[in-house]
């Protein structure tokens, strides 16, 4: 059974960066081959949808605005998806989690989230 796993989560000052991977828990599995999306919840907030990247490694941003900030890709040798935040504010702290499935349109298979906490 595919099971996620989140890394790279952390604390750092604004203006930093954070690069955050999804990989499967097994290493027989390969995010790649899914679509993969990134979501977020800050603290006392609703989870917002933050991209995803298809098996074809074709990213898509939500809102449109975050592509300038968030990047993701694939990491074929790791078998794992990136997302890299770059200009981090106070507003980016939050769990951040990614989730998996065969489409776009459905994600069944989630991770526990890594913290992200970004200090003034």
């Known amino acids: 059974q595919l099971e996620l796993v989140e890394s790279g989560g952390g604390s750092v000052q604004a203006g930093g960066s954070l690069r955050l991977s999804c990989a499967a828990s097994l290493s027989i599995y390969s995010v790649t081959r899914l679509c993969v999306a990134w979501f977020r919840q800050p603290p006392g907030k609703e989870r917002e949808r933050l991209a995803h990247i298809t098996p074809e490694g074709v990213p898509t941003y939500y809102p449109e605005s975050m592509e300038g900030r968030f990047t993701d890709s694939q990491d074929n040798a790791n078998r794992s998806v990136n997302q890299q935040i770059n200009s981090l504010t106070p507003e980016d702290t939050a769990m951040y989690y990614c989730?998996?499935?065969?489409?776009?349109?459905?994600?069944?298979?989630w991770g526990p989230g890594t913290q992200v906490t970004v200090s003034s």
């Open positions: 989730a998996a499935g065969y489409n776009c349109d459905h994600f069944p298979v």
